[in-house]
T-cell receptor, first 112, second 116 residues
Framework: AQSVTQLGSHVSVSEGALVLLRCNYS??????LFWYVQYPNQGLQLLLK??????LVKGINGFEAEFKKSETSFHLTKPSAHMSDAAEYFC??????????FGKGTKLSVKP | EAGVVQSPRYKIIEKKQPVAFWCNPI?????LYWYLQNLGQGPELLIR????????DSQLPKDRFSAERLKGVDSTLKIQPAELGDSAVYLC??????????????FGEGSRLTVL
């Protein structure tokens, strides 16, 4: 069975500060891993994905994530937060069955 | 290219009333998903279609929920009768045929249901 755990339901950072959103996964098969972002009253938009190529994945809007198999982690980072980054972020794991299994989400607040 | 289209975006009904949501996936995408997103939670799969066939409906509450995907394109999700606890966002997503692509799902903007 596959699962995702996101540590911290709410993260608050100052504008310009480092953003770190944590995600740990469980999977019995080599996983595909994803980060999605959701702005208020909108659907989910893909930020980045890991599909067994490079372990450091770069996504849109300056975000990146590093796949660490030994730690079963796929944390999302951004060196400098912007006000427009305020949103909810979801980590997801997918496999050969085609579904994505999502974490509960982390709401990011950015203070001016 | 158009993305996944859902309607209505918002729906307010009284409990025990029926409601239906419609989804048009990205052209050429064989796989269609309906997810349920409760407030403050991540999306949870309700049903997955491969073309016209529902290949995973294990999480669909079949006493009141039904879904169809006629002709393997558009899909409709119905709730009858609606209960207060059904208030949530219903997300539709699509992806290329299983085994193609890299597992990414493309989401619509969702249909927000409020049951009074």
């Amino acid at each position: 069975a596959q699962s995702v755990t996101q540590l911290g339901s709410h993260v608050s950072v100052s504008e310009g500060a480092l953003v770190l959103l944590r995600c740990n996964y469980s999977s019995s098969v080599p996983p595909y891993l994803f980060w999605y972002v959701q702005y208020p009253n909108q659907g989910l938009q893909l930020l980045l994905k890991y599909t067994s190529a490079a372990t450091l994945v770069k996504g849109i809007n300056g975000f990146e994530a590093e796949f660490k198999k030994s730690e079963t982690s796929f944390h999302l980072t951004k060196p400098s937060a912007h006000m427009s980054d305020a949103a909810e972020y979801f980590c997801a794991v997918g496999g050969s069955q085609g579904n994505l299994i999502f974490g509960k989400g982390t709401k990011l607040s950015v203070k001016p | 290219e158009a993305g996944v289209v859902q309607s209505p975006r918002y729906k307010i009904i009284e409990k025990k009333q029926p409601v239906a949501f419609w989804c048009n996936p990205i052209s050429g995408h064989n796989t269609l998903y309906w997810y349920l997103q409760n407030l403050g939670q991540g999306p949870e799969l309700l049903i997955r279609y491969e073309n016209e066939e529902a290949v995973d409906d294990s999480q669909l509450p079949k006493d009141r929920f039904s879904a169809e995907r006629l002709k393997g394109v558009d899909s409709t999700l119905k709730i009858q009768p609606a209960e207060l606890g059904d208030s949530a966002v219903y997300l539709c997503a699509s992806s290329p045929r299983l085994g193609e692509g890299t597992g990414e799902l493309f989401f619509g903007e969702g249909s927000r249901l409020t049951v009074l």
